[in-house]
């Protein structure tokens, strides 16, 4: 029976040794490399007689970190599959390492037969998403499509305001840049407020800055 070739890059050492007695219990399974950090397993790879054909990988590590190490993967060795083991649900760190090319993306308090399934899902088959994935890209995507709409519906001068309203100005000094009068600025902060639906000026900002409008 075939059997297939597992690497571990983890930091956390409990975790990345019960995660190796844990696999290599299962006939299989062959844990064949187990590394701290990316860095430490990049050179691993670039020596090895036998590469792995799935790689559990941390997100957060010190020297070169998941993504990165993903990235590198993807770029070097494309065949080798990497699915991503983590505490963080942040669907921004989810992205990150989708878009670096991980297969599939596991939180670390999962039951083992979600991992196993999803070793041998993401060796058959290429990828393999649980319904926590996929709730949280309908939800980027969700965002996406909502963000776009309320750009949309910002005017030019609306956005020129807004990028104004960034910087330490008051509002009476944001009307002499625009050439315009100090209450035309009101209806503009205003209109603003309703459309992105925020209460204030720090709410502004920090939307502004989400997107690339400062």
């Not at 991503?84 to 390492?97: F, N, P």
């Not at 050439?179 to 939307?207: E, Q, W």
Request: with cysteine; charged share 30%; aromatic share 8%.
């Amino acid at each position: 029976m075939k059997t297939i070739p597992i690497a571990i890059v983890d930091d956390h050492t409990l975790i990345s040794k019960a995660l190796e007695n844990m696999i290599t219990e299962n006939t299989q399974y062959r844990v064949i490399m187990n590394h701290p950090n990316g860095e430490e397993f990049i050179a691993g790879v670039e020596k090895a007689s036998e590469l792995p054909a799935v790689v559990l990988m941390d997100v957060n590590m010190p020297y070169k970190n998941g993504i990165e190490t993903t990235e590198w993967l993807t770029e070097h060795y494309p065949d080798i599959k990497v699915i991503a083991l983590t505490m963080d649900d942040d669907e921004r760190v989810l992205i990150r390492m989708l878009k670096a090319g991980a297969k599939g993306y596991l939180l670390k308090d999962m039951q083992p037969s979600i991992l196993f399934q999803a070793i041998d899902t993401v060796f058959e088959k290429g990828s393999f998403y649980t319904d926590f994935v996929a709730q949280k890209l309908l939800k980027v995507k969700t965002e996406e499509m909502k963000n776009a709409s309320l750009l949309s519906e910002l005017k030019d001068r609306e956005k020129e305001f807004i990028k104004w309203a960034c910087s330490e100005l008051t509002y009476k000094e944001i009307a002499d840049k625009m050439c315009l009068s100090p209450k035309t600025i009101d209806g503009y902060r205003d209109s603003v407020f309703v459309k992105l639906d925020i209460k204030n000026r720090a709410g502004l900002v920090l939307f502004a800055l989400k997107h690339d409008l400062c």
